[in-house]
Structure formats: structure tokens, C-alpha cells
């Protein structure tokens, strides 16, 4: 059994209610931070555990805590990004859900490092349910003075709030959060300046992920050197997984870095294996923006070294043969899926998804999705397959934000492995979705 | 697409004048202002329209937003340029009961398909329309962090999931029986995580 | 600083954009902007057809940036290199962009009232590809009539937000603005309003397209059938310096007096835009000179002709296409 250190206690009654929280253990971060250390002091035990931020681009969480500017007299905010929607991640909505005085105890111990005097937690609308949830451990943890003014008489004062979003992926890009949590449209800003300088109302702002602040908490607890001796290499600590698709066991794992993605897929504590029996045909490993890898690469590097479920050795080979951790959202698809209508959905989504902003992802993304339709109408022709190549290579790297990017990946990787199935529905002029049958019998099933 | 015409939608005076947030509504409000530092009151915007959805049927019309710019001291312009951003906002009238069937990935490889078209087929709708008794419109949404317990569908503040042809004649009932309003701020919502 | 644009280096003040920069050496290195406006805060960004690529990020950290930058919203920093008109990555990516444009736009030009004057035409025709691969039908809206004077003819709008920004920084209150997202974002003013107010013509002006069109001349006549002269008035309200367009002894428009690069000089009011068609309105003072791409004998940095000239040989063979020689 790999270690624990965020939802080890999912399975206890009661564990979202305060009391039964605090008798775990909960909320010791807050008492150690406040009463023995120095707010640098935790920054400093961040940085030693080698904490990477858990929302998708793996950014040092201490560094990014460090170039926090600290004006005098002017007010600094921590804002928790809790927008979760990259398709295949809901490992947040589970921690939230389940354990919700986590993510305010790592609010609070975050915050007194920051020096933040109000924090939020910008959390997508569609989760309102679990905005209750936090909601009513946010009114416990008043209730208590954990949270308000002079916390355990300490002159360390703090609010903390929730805000709900109105439904846009967007939102999840830290700039384009700090917008909606100002009233506006989703559009991600232009940068710089970056938050760390000019954010929520134009204060020095820090934006995290809900699980790299739940992170706080043990990191503190058991100190950053410790920490840091799970994993491997930079990848320290542990992670959480959303998995799913065709395994038998979908649903939230929390993993010591370092596993392989073979024990992570086949092993009993974890996925258990692909459903039905079948054979794996491709892993989308961190979230709907990584490249697709079909089985071969994602079991093994090129270089033929197992493949392992951290930062470095998923992104071993650059985009040519590897992909990236990204979220932790780990998609498994058997050998009976359509990697063309997989790739649909997802065009799909960063269609609907773009803010509009700037043309290349604006315009580009629509226009992706209706040549992949042509695909599923069996009208696509061969070079229609050159043509999103090339929208693709057209929108990278040229959009204000990298939503752009993550639109164009999926159809790079998507080509680049599975290029044939492209080329054969395109010859033979039709398209059928032999992963049909077998989901309507189990749907029919049940 | 077709032509469309834009920037038209009629703006009811007299409708406008008979708008107003009741007083436990109004609270709320007030409540969710006050998480916000003096003279950033814009930053209730998306938390009060979720509010004010509820409160005015469901949607919200031009007149409603009209009615919440007023609150929230802010130009009309503003609050409809936001409410149009976001998917979660109605700009027309929908039924009781807004059913959400994710279509993403992970859904699709479980279902999701064939769930939208049962569902078609038994209210006999498609997609984006509504019953005729007004009990339910169907829409298809983008991935809503359920896919580890897919295919799921959301109504309102409810996330069900799992889903399987019998869990949804199940779920359609109930929600018929209730014949209530369904919105995102309920707080008796039902979720089988 | 110092800069160096396309082997061209000059000295700016900190706090200058790489765009700046770049029309301050002149029109051969200048990239095309389509968003950018510089008497409008916060514009630029968007559109991205103003990208470049720094080749040296600074003399202090000289490693290239990553990823091209909108040259508008770039500061410049000490000894940054930057490559426009000569790197082939750069055109390529531009052409990108200016498909991207034109996916949603119906190029009705021989119907549009800013044909002859439109920023994407000519954007289209320096920077684009000969045909477009885009295959599907395009969005079509209904034309409409924002007021008395503006019409708003959304599909041709290209989302600069330039006149988002002229309701924002220039009148009071603000009744149009972006509605939607993605591709399904539309200028609009939600409800049935009209956009009136002193200064709310100037979105003609800023206009890079035929979307916001002045209502008052709509096919009085082709804009290359007008002649434009420089005319001025006592005006309360603004600097009363404009541009008549005339026919014979007729005064078509009014409009701004444009720069170089196209831009209002200075924002006019209303009275002086739709309600001064006389002649005996306005003091004559003299024809125009029509130099949308004027050339270096306008500006400051003679020394760097010859320079410029090596640029245009590496243009040239690049296959770049010189607007002065339009058929
Ligand atoms: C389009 C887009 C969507 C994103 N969505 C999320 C998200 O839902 N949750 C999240 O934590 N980070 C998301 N991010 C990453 C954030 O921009 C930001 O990097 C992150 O919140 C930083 O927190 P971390 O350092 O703790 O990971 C997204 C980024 C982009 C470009
Ligand atoms: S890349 Fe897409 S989502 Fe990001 S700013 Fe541009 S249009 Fe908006
Ligand atoms: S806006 Fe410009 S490019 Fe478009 S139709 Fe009019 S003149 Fe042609
Ligand atoms: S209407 Fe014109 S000025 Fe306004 S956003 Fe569209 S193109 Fe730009
Ligand atoms: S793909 Fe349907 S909830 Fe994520
Ligand atoms: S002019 Fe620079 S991005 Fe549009």
C-alpha cells in the first residue's frame, strides 16, 4: 500500500463535520504554522518538499509563493482555483466533497504564509452542491475560531469565502478565474503583469489548485523534508488520479509519484484492469489537454524503461513519444474505441470552451470540430487530415492563453499515433462506432 | 447557422417594474455582497444571478438582469455580456427540470449517447427543446467532473450518476411526481457519489 | 533601450511596445495590427496578427522567447532582438492568423461600404493565402441599426473590441458590448437600444472592418469616388479638426483625420461627425494626402534608408509582397 497523506481518511463517518475532522488530527497545520513558525518559515518548507502545483502545469508551489510581491499597505489574496473541468479530472470535486475541512485547513495555513488577510475559493457552478458543503465547514471552522479574527489569539486574522462560477471551462486559466471572480466575463488577461504582482483587483494575488493547498497541510505537519522523500526525483510527495474510461475500477486514487503506470492501470488497488476483459488500446494520462499515447507508449518509454506516474518520466520523449501528468485526469480506452470520435469530444469541448478572445483559437477550434464531423459523417477526405495538421500547428503557441494549446495537442497526438485510423475512414468513406454495441448491452444490463 | 437576428430582445418596462428579490432572496444577496472588500460589489455578479434565476422562474430575462444591475449598482451592458458568457445561465425560458447529460470523453466511452437518446425518445424531445407540459428540457453539457462515475447527467444542484436506462425512467419520475422547480441553489439536492 | 527589429536597432524609452518600436523605424518593419489602437487603453492582444518573434530576450537574458509575442502588448526590453518581415516562421504564422480571420468573414467587398479604406483587405491581401480552405458556411447575422446614425453589420465584425473600448474610455455609459463566447461572441447591445451620445460616432472610425458603418453615408458613393480634405471648426465639444469627404461641392462624411497607421488623430464629437454637411460649416484647409502606407521620406530616422533597403531585399526574398505595387 502506498502512502496516503490527503484522503486517507475518506472512509471515516462523518469526516467532513469539524469534530470528527479535528479528532483525526485536523487542523494541527494551522496550530504549528501560527504558533511555532514564521510565516516565511512555512514558504520555506514548501519549497523543501518539492511540492508542484496540482492544477496542471506542475509549477514549484514554493517558488511561485516566493515572487508574491509585498507592497506595504496593500492587500494580498490567496484565491483557491477549485474550477475543475478539464475533462477526465474530478479529483477535487472527491477531496471537497468528502473532506472539505482539508482544503480550509490548507486555506488558512497558505494564507498565514502569505500573509493574505482574505482568501477565496473560486469553485465551478456546477459543483453548487459542493459549495454547500464547503460552505457549511467554512461556517464550522467561524463557529470554532479558526477562521476570523485573531486566530488562536494569535494577531493572525482571516476570511475565507466561496464564490461559484457560472459554467466556463475558462475559468479554470488563473487570470481569466480572477476576472469571473471580479464580476466579468471569463477572458484570460494578458500577461504580464502576472497575478503574483497584479491579480484580484489589481493585488498581489496567489492562485492554487485545491489539492496543492490541501498539500499544505501534511507538507507542514510532517515537515518538507520528509515530504520530499516520497517520490521520485522532482516528483515529490503524492497525487491524486482521477481515473476513468474502460476500467474496472474508475474513481479518485491518491499515489506515492513514482508507481508504474502498469501497476497504476492492472494493479488490484488501483484500476484493476481493463473491463470486459479487453485489451488497452490508449491511455490520455492527465487530463483531456495531454497528448494520447497508445498502449506501447504509455506502459514504456521509447527507450523501453517502464513508464511511471510521475512529471519527468510521462513527458520522457517530449510530444514525439510521451505526454504530460498535467491534472491527474488518467482516461483508459479499450481496444474497441474510435481514437477520431475520442478526439471529437474533445475538439468538441475547446470549441465550446474558447472565450473568444483571440482568432487563431476563436475561429481555429470551431473549424476542427467540423472537419472531425466530416470524419463521423464518413465525408472526410485524405488531405482533410493534413488540414488539421496544419489549423493545429497554426493555433499553437500563437493565443493569449493556453487554452489554445490545449486544443491543438489532442489533434497533434491524435494523428501523430493513430494516423491510420484517419487515413482509413477517409478511404473507406465511412465511419462506424464499433465501441456502440457493448455500451448499450451494458447499459441494457444493468 | 442561420441568420440571426441580434441585440433585439425586447425590454418590458411594466415587467421590469414587477420584479423584485423577496426578502429571504434579498438576504442572500446581501450576504454574498458583503464577502467582497467596499465598492466591489461586481464581484456578486455571478453568485447573485444564480440566485436570481432561481427566484424569477428558471431564467433570466432582460428585465431580471435589468433588475440586478440596479442592485448591484453596475450597467445593464454588463450583466448581459456576463450572463451570456457562461453556460449556466438561461437566456430563454426552459422547463421545471433542466436535464444535463454530459457528452464528453469519458461519458461518451460509457454511454452517454445512447443515454441523450433514450431520453429523447421517452419525453420525446430533442435536444434543446423542452416538454410540452414544461416539466423538462434537455440540453447536453460538456464534462462536469463526474467521469470517474459515468455517464451522469446534473438537474439543478443534483448530480446523478452512474446512469443506466433505469436510473433515468426513475430519476424522470420522481422528478415529475415533485413537479417542482429545479434550480442550482436548491439545497435539497440529491447526489450519488 | 535599445531594440533591433529586423537588423534595424533604435533607441526608446523604456515602456515602449515592440509595435511601437517598430513604427518608429517605419512601415517595412511595422507589423499589420488589426486590434491595437494606440489612443485606446488596453487595446491589442487579440487578434494576433501583430505577432513577431524575439529571437534575444534581452542583452542581460538573451535566450529567445519560446513562443511568438503580440508585438503590441510586448514591452521592449534592453538589446532584445526581434524578427518580423525576415522570419519565414513569422509570415507562415500571420498567414495562420489571417485565414483564421477570415473563416467567419463573408469578404462581400464589392458591397461593403469600407472597401478601399478596410484594414482587413489590405491585411488579406499583404499577409494572406490566395484562396481560404475553410468549407463550411459561414455565421450570418441580420444588419442592424444601432441609432439614428450607426449601422452594425456583425458579419463582417473581426472582435477587435476597439469600439468596446471607445464606449469604455470615451462616453459615460456604455450600452453595447460582447455578448457570447467563442465563435458565437457577437457585438450587440442585448436589447433594443441605441448607442447615442456625444462621442459615440468615433466607433466608425476605430472600425478596422465595414461592421460599424456611419448610416449617413452608406452607398452615397464609393470611397475612392471622394475626395478627402482637411477641414477644421470651432467646435465646444472637441478639437473640430476632421477629414471631409466630398463630391464635387457636397460633403458626403465627416470623419477623423487618420494617421499613418490609420488611426484617429484625434476622436471627434457627433455634431461635428452627422450634423455638419455644409461646406460653410467647415474652414478648407487644404486635400489630403492619402498615405495609408506612405513611406520613409515621412519620418524621422532617415539614417536608417539604407538599412531599410537591405530589409526590403530579404522581403523581397521571402516573397514578401510590397503594398506600394498593388495592381
Ligand atoms: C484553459 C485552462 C484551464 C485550467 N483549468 C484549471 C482548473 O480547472 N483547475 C486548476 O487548478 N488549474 C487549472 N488551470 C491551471 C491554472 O491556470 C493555474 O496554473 C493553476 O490554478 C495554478 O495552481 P497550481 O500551481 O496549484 O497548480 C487551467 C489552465 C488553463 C490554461
Ligand atoms: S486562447 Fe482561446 S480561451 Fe485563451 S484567450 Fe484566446 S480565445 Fe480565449
Ligand atoms: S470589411 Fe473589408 S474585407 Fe470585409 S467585406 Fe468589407 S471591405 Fe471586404
Ligand atoms: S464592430 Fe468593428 S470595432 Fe467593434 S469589435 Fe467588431 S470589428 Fe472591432
Ligand atoms: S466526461 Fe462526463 S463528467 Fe467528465
Ligand atoms: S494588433 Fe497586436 S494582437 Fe491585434
Redesign the interface.
Known amino acids: 500500500m502506498g502512502r496516503k497523506l490527503l484522503i486517507h481518511n475518506d472512509h471515516i463517518p462523518n469526516i467532513h463535520t469539524l469534530d470528527v475532522y479535528r479528532a483525526h488530527g485536523g487542523y494541527a497545520s494551522v496550530e504549528k504554522a501560527l504558533k511555532i513558525m514564521q510565516p516565511d518559515q512555512v514558504t520555506e518548507e514548501v519549497k523543501k518538499s518539492g511540492l508542484r502545483g496540482r492544477g496542471g502545469a506542475g509549477f514549484p508551489t514554493g517558488m511561485k509563493w516566493s515572487f508574491l510581491a509585498k507592497p506595504e499597505g496593500v ?1 494580498r489574496y490567496l484565491v483557491c482555483n477549485a474550477d ?7 479529483k ?3 477531496l471537497m ?1 468528502k473532506i472539505p475541512h482539508a482544503l480550509i485547513e490548507g486555506m488558512i495555513t497558505s494564507s498565514f504564509a502569505l500573509g493574505a488577510k ?1 482568501s ?1 475559493i473560486y469553485i ?6 459542493v459549495a ?1 458543503i464547503l460552505e457549511a465547514a467554512i461556517a464550522e471552522a467561524y463557529a470554532a475560531g479558526w477562521l476570523g479574527k485573531n486566530i488562536l489569539g494569535t494577531d493572525f486574522s482571516h476570511d475565507c ?1 466561496v ?7 475558462i475559468c479554470g486559466e488563473e487570470t481569466a478565474l480572477l476576472e ?7 477572458n484570460p488577461r494578458i500577461k504580464p503583469p502576472f497575478p503574483a504582482v497584479a491579480g484580484l ?1 489589481g493585488c498581489p494575488t496567489v492562485v492554487n489548485n485545491v489539492e496543492t493547498i490541501a498539500a499544505v497541510v501534511p507538507i507542514v505537519n510532517m515537515g518538507g523534508e520528509e515530504y520530499a522523500k516520497i517520490g521520485v526525483g522532482k516528483s515529490t510527495g503524492t497525487k491524486l488520479i ?5 476500467i474496472n475500477k ?3 486514487y491518491e499515489i506515492e509519484l513514482g508507481i508504474t503506470v502498469e501497476e497504476f492501470i492492472y494493479g488490484e488497488e488501483y484500476c484493476g484492469g481493463i473491463r470486459n476483459g479487453k485489451k488497452l488500446k490508449a491511455v ?1 494520462a492527465g487530463g ?1 489537454s495531454v497528448p494520447i499515447l497508445p498502449t506501447e507508449l504509455i506502459l514504456k518509454t521509447a527507450k523501453g524503461e517502464p513508464r511511471l506516474m510521475t512529471y519527468e518520466s510521462l513527458s520522457d520523449g517530449g510530444f514525439q513519444t510521451g505526454t504530460m501528468l498535467g491534472s491527474g ?1 488518467f ?1 483508459a ?1 479499450d481496444e474497441d ?1 474510435s481514437i477520431v ?2 478526439l471529437f ?2 475538439s ?2 475547446y470549441h ?2 474558447s ?1 473568444g478572445q483571440c482568432s487563431p483559437c476563436r475561429e481555429g477550434t470551431g473549424w476542427i470540430e467540423k472537419i472531425l464531423k466530416k470524419f463521423l459523417d464518413g465525408t472526410a477526405n485524405e488531405s482533410d487530415v493534413d488540414l488539421l495538421w496544419d489549423i493545429q500547428s497554426k493555433i499553437e503557441g500563437k493565443t493569449i492563453c493556453p487554452l489554445g494549446e490545449a486544443a491543438a495537442w489532442p489533434v497533434a497526438a491524435a494523428i501523430r499515433h493513430f494516423k491510420h485510423e484517419f487515413l482509413e475512414i477517409a478511404r473507406n468513406k465511412k465511419f462506424t462506432d464499433i ?2 454495441y457493448d ?2 448491452n ?3 444490463r ?1 | ?11 418590458d418596462n411594466a415587467k421590469r417594474a414587477e420584479i423584485k428579490f423577496s426578502d429571504e432572496a434579498m438576504k442572500i444577496v446581501e450576504t454574498i455582497i458583503s ?1 467582497y ?1 467596499e465598492g ?1 460589489q ?6 447573485v ?2 440566485v436570481a434565476q432561481a427566484e424569477f422562474g428558471g431564467w433570466l430575462s ?1 428585465e431580471t438582469m435589468d433588475y440586478v444591475a440596479s442592485i ?1 449598482n ?5 450583466v ?10 438561461n437566456l430563454k425560458p426552459v422547463g421545471k427540470c433542466v436535464l444535463e447529460v454530459c ?4 461519458c ?4 452517454a ?3 441523450v437518446k433514450y431520453i429523447e425518445k421517452k419525453l420525446n424531445i430533442k435536444v434543446g427543446e423542452t416538454t410540452k407540459d414544461g416539466m423538462f428540457t434537455l440540453k447536453v ?10 455517464p451522469m447527467l ?1 438537474c439543478g ?3 446523478h450518476e452512474n ?4 436510473k433515468v425512467d426513475t430519476i424522470l419520475e420522481n422528478y415529475r411526481a415533485e413537479g417542482k422547480l429545479r434550480s ?2 436548491d ?1 435539497d ?1 440529491k ?1 450519488t ?1 | 533601450m535599445k531594440v533591433t527589429i529586423d537588423g534595424i536597432t533604435i533607441d526608446v524609452p523604456k515602456g515602449t511596445t515592440i509595435l511601437q518600436a517598430a513604427r518608429m523605424i517605419g512601415p517595412e518593419v511595422a507589423p499589420p495590427t488589426m486590434c491595437y489602437y494606440s489612443k485606446l487603453k488596453t487595446s491589442g492582444g487579440y487578434c494576433r496578427t501583430c505577432i513577431v518573434k524575439v529571437t534575444q530576450g534581452s542583452a542581460a537574458n538573451p535566450t529567445p522567447m519560446p513562443k511568438p509575442v503580440a508585438s503590441c502588448r510586448t514591452e521592449v526590453m534592453d538589446g532584445m532582438v526581434v524578427e518580423n518581415t525576415i522570419n519565414k516562421d513569422v509570415l507562415e504564422a500571420r498567414k495562420g492568423v489571417v485565414e483564421f480571420l477570415l473563416v467567419n468573414h463573408p469578404l462581400d467587398c464589392p458591397v461593403c461600404d469600407q472597401a478601399g479604406e478596410c484594414s482587413l483587405q489590405d491585411l488579406g491581401y499583404e499577409h494572406g493565402a490566395a484562396t481560404s480552405r475553410y468549407e463550411f ?6 444588419r ?1 441599426d ?1 441609432g439614428k446614425y450607426v449601422q ?1 453589420h ?1 458579419n463582417r465584425c473581426i472582435m477587435c473590441f476597439r469600439c468596446v473600448k471607445v464606449a469604455d474610455q470615451l462616453t459615460e ?9 467563442g465563435d458565437a461572441a ?1 457585438i ?6 441605441v448607442i447615442e451620445n456625444d462621442f459615440s460616432g468615433n466607433v466608425i472610425d476605430v472600425c478596422p472592418v465595414g461592421a460599424l458603418t456611419d448610416k449617413t453615408f452608406r452607398f452615397k458613393s464609393r470611397v475612392w469616388f471622394t475626395k478627402p480634405v482637411d477641414a477644421s471648426c470651432d467646435c465646444k465639444k472637441c478639437s473640430g479638426k476632421v477629414r471631409l469627404w466630398m463630391k464635387g461641392e457636397d460633403v458626403l462624411r465627416v470623419t477623423a483625420r487618420k494617421d499613418q497607421w490609420g488611426e484617429a488623430e484625434e476622436f471627434i464629437c457627433n455634431e461635428c461627425r452627422f450634423d455638419k454637411k455644409k461646406t460653410s460649416d467647415w474652414k478648407i484647409e487644404g486635400p489630403t494626402k492619402v498615405d495609408r502606407h506612405s513611406v520613409i521620406s515621412q519620418n524621422h530616422y532617415n539614417h536608417l534608408n539604407e538599412l531599410k533597403v537591405q530589409v526590403l531585399k530579404q522581403q523581397k526574398a521571402l516573397g514578401f509582397m510590397d503594398i506600394n505595387k498593388r495592381p
Open positions: 492587500p475543475e473541468s478539464e475533462p477526465g479530472t474530478f477535487d470535486r472527491y466533497e482574505q477565496y465551478r457552478g456546477e459543483y453548487f452542491y454547500r469565502s464564490q461559484v462560477g457560472g459554467g466556463a471551462y469571473s471572480l471580479e464580476g466579468k466575463r471569463g483587483w482521477s481515473a476513468s474510461g474502460h474508475p474513481g479518485v490520455v483531456s485526469g482516461i480506452m474505441t470520435k475520442n469530444t474533445f468538441r469541448f465550446h470552451e472565450c465501441s456502440h455500451r448499450l451494458k447499459l441494457a444493468v | 447557422m442561420g441568420s440571426q437576428v441580434h441585440g433585439a430582445q425586447k425590454f464577502r472588500p466591489k461586481k464581484s456578486a455578479l455571478l453568485p444571478l444564480h432582460p448591484l453596475i450597467k445593464p451592458v454588463e448581459f455580456e456576463v450572463a451570456s458568457f457562461y453556460t449556466m445561465y457528452q464528453t470523453s469519458s461518451w466511452l460509457n454511454g449517447e445512447d443515454i453539457a460538456e464534462c462536469l467532473g463526474s467521469c470517474g462515475t459515468a446534473q444542484a443534483s448530480y446512469l443506466t436506462y433505469e442550482y441553489t439545497l439536492y447526489n457519489l | 458556411p459561414r455565421r450570418e447575422f441580420e442592424i444601432i452594425l456583425m455609459k456604455r450600452v453595447h458590448g460582447v455578448m457570447h463566447r457577437e450587440s447591445t442585448y436589447i433594443e437600444n
